[in-house]
């Protein structure tokens, strides 16, 4: 899903801008990384995304989108190893 989304993210930028530093606006960002502007803005307000903050306007780097990518990628979980009946009984019985 993460490489779906970047691949996403690597086709929807055109040529590369003649200032790699540009900063974004939430609209922008917004749009390269499929989420609502307000959505984007909400989550920087709250920390939770890495932006920069002109009064009360958020831009974002190019950088900051790829962090925002990277962040959101779910880390691989191992599967939970579920307890059998007898184990349980028997931690009963321990106790």
Excluded: C, W
């Amino acid at each position: 899903m993460i490489r779906e989304l970047a691949a996403a993210v690597r086709a929807t930028v055109p040529e590369p801008q003649a200032d790699p530093d540009a900063l974004l606006t939430a609209e922008e960002a917004g749009e390269l990384l499929h989420l609502s502007p307000r959505t984007l803005k909400d989550q920087a307000a709250a920390g939770v995304m890495p932006h920069h903050r002109f009064g009360k306007h958020y831009r974002f780097t190019r950088a900051d989108v790829a962090e925002i990518v990277r962040l959101n990628a779910a880390p691989v979980k191992p599967p939970r190893r579920r307890a059998s009946v007898a184990d349980i009984a028997q931690d009963f019985r321990a106790a």
